[in-house]
């Protein structure tokens, strides 16, 4: 089982905010780092750190840290966002790289 | 713009050694910005980070693969490359190398490539 745990799936009216969550013990020193997948291609990054977005990411994708939770927020869902989102951080022991078991966002 | 793409052999044996190569352009594997790592996703399953690597040589690994794994780099080719001794079927995966910004508070993979499907098969 992974150190960093994530609810399976959620769903999200069209348009409307979604959150998807993430936690571990680590996330208390550690920031997540989230990404987007979809059926057959390779993740891509969509934040990392405090609330970083690469280059090319919309900005209704947005991230925050509270306590040993990591959020994932999406503003404003479309039907585009649909896809599997695994955050990663550190293990427990801060010395090695761990991913969620992943969320499938189901735009409704 | 920084591109990755992994090569190596589709199908392996049980017990041999799973070898791949990822190879980088637009940018140098010996940047002082980047670890260089794998990861993995078994069919249907989610993502597992194997190891990491950076230029001039330091390595960190996933405790539950550590015994099998080498990871090296070539910076004369920009390339890393990936060996997993003694395969089972549960190392049938599709496998990763990305960029991997390790910081003080934050590890992201920020560039990925393509994938290649693995099969551990007799």
């Known amino acids: 089982s992974s150190e960093l745990t994530q609810d399976p799936a959620v769903s999200v009216a069209l348009g409307q905010t979604v959150r998807i969550t993430c936690q571990g013990d680590s996330l208390r020193t550690y ?3 989230w990404y987007q997948q979809k059926p057959g291609e390779a993740p891509v990054l969509v934040i990392y750190g ?59 | 713009q920084l591109q990755l793409q992994e090569s190596g052999p589709g199908l392996v044996k049980p017990s041999e050694t799973l070898s791949l190569t990822c190879t980088v352009s637009g940018g140098s594997i010996s940047s002082s910005s980047y670890y260089w790592g794998w990861i993995r996703q078994p069919p249907g399953k989610g ?11 330091s390595t960190y690994f996933n405790p539950s693969l550590n015994s ?9 080719k920009n390339q890393l490359s990936l060996n997993l001794r003694s395969v ?28 290649t499907m693995v099969t551990v098969s007799s």
């Open chain 1, 50 to 108: 405090k609330n970083n977005r690469p280059s090319g990411i919309p900005d209704r994708f947005s991230g925050s840290s509270s306590g040993n939770t990591g959020s994932l927020t999406i503003t404003g869902a479309q039907a585009e966002d649909e896809a599997d989102y695994y955050c990663n951080s550190r293990d427990s022991s801060g010395k090695h790289v761990v991913f969620g078991g992943g969320t499938k966002l189901t735009v409704l």
């Open chain 1, 31 to 33: 920031y997540a780092s």
């Open chain 2, 88 to 115: 089972t079927a549960a190392d049938t995966a599709v496998y990763y190398c990305a960029s991997h910004n390790s910081g003080h508070d934050t590890d992201s993979f920020d560039v990925w490539g393509q994938g």
């Open chain 2, 47 to 57: 993502l597992e980070w194997i190891g990491s690597i950076y230029y001039r040589g």
């Open chain 2, 68 to 76: 099998r794994v080498t990871i090296s780099v070539d910076t004369s």
